[in-house]
């Protein structure tokens, strides 16, 4: 079945992630989106309670992940041949520790986007 990652593409560290867990995890049929390049999907997670600014999604058929839920499922599934993915896959496939780790992971990715002036909500203009 399709496995689905929606990220925040303007966020170097989750494109990162995001891109090494496509081309080094060995995660079968995973399906990479940059939530933030695409507004249609954006307000549909909204409307499913699964805010971009939140957190990265994972989608499996019906099933949905978000934030450190999403990281910690992926992990549990991936393979890496990656040595800092595989470090990664340890940490945050347990939910314990991924909750935990999460907040850090968060104001990370708050600060690269505020480097880079956008906002943490991709639906929402910075503030200059």
Not at 7 to 36: H, K, M, T, W
Not at 90 to 107: E, G, K, M, T, V
């Amino acid at each position: 079945m399709l496995l689905t990652l929606i990220y925040d593409g303007g966020c170097p560290f989750c494109r990162e992630f995001a891109l090494r867990s496509e081309l080094q995890a060995g995660v079968a049929n995973l399906r990479i989106v940059d939530g933030r390049a695409d507004h249609n999907l954006r307000r549909e997670l909204n409307a499913l309670g699964l805010p971009l600014r939140n957190g990265a999604v994972l989608i499996e058929g019906e099933q949905k992940w978000h934030g450190s839920e999403a990281i910690a499922e992926l992990s549990r599934r991936m393979k890496p041949s990656d040595p800092l993915l595989r470090l990664l896959a340890r940490l945050f496939a347990d939910n314990q520790r991924s909750a935990l780790a999460y907040p850090a992971l968060l104001a990370a990715r708050r600060l690269a986007l505020a480097t880079r002036g956008l906002s943490v909500d991709p639906d929402q203009v910075p503030s200059r």
